[in-house]
């Protein structure tokens, strides 16, 4: 389910910035390859699959060790 989400999303951010060419491209400059769509849909769904880890790895951390972080805290302050 996570894998079509990103998939989904990185085909939309790439329809996105192929239609933002698209309007930019009136002053003379070329369109955009298929070539050129490909590369940047490749580098947008690595970078969103980078994010997507990043962020679950920081959650699973955050959790996995909290607990253990607010013991070892208390246990220094305990008078």
Not at 51 to 72: C, E, Q, W
């Amino acid at each position: 389910m996570l894998k079509k989400a990103g998939f989904v999303s990185a085909v939309a951010a790439g329809l996105m910035m192929v239609g933002g060419t698209a309007f930019a491209a009136t002053d003379g400059t070329p369109d955009p390859t298929f070539g050129d769509a490909y590369a940047t849909f490749i580098e947008g769904g690595g970078a969103l699959g980078y994010g997507a880890a990043s962020l679950v790895a920081g959650a699973y951390t955050g959790v996995a060790t909290t607990p253990a972080l607010i013991l070892h805290s208390l246990e220094h302050h305990h008078h």
